[in-house]
């Protein structure tokens, strides 16, 4: 198992769903929070990206996201449909 993986929260590595593999780099001074988004609507956190960090995680096959910044709370950065083997960058 490589530990250098992340899983959103709330989703366990051992389940049957099939997962894609993305990373996501933060490039900003700033927090970014990545939220589910089901039928149009933010729905629960799925991961924390703090500040110059890069993750790499696994999420399920057709994930949406939105990523917010600590910085602005009430406003979406964007939204994110996932792909496999994607790079995302902010900003």
């Not at 198992?1 to 929260?9: R, T, V, W």
Request: hydrophobic residues 35%.
């Amino acid at each position: 198992m490589d530990l250098s993986i992340n899983y959103p929260y709330g989703i366990p590595f051992y389940s049957n769903q099939e997962f894609i593999s993305i990373n996501i780099i933060n490039n900003e001074d700033d927090i970014l929070k990545l939220y589910f988004v089901k039928q149009k609507k933010i729905t629960g956190l799925a991961g924390i990206i703090f500040s110059h960090e890069k993750k790499k995680y696994r999420f399920p096959k057709k994930s949406i996201c939105a990523m917010i910044a600590d910085k602005k709370p009430n406003k979406v950065q964007c939204f994110i449909k996932l792909q496999d083997g994607w790079t995302y960058t902010y900003p």
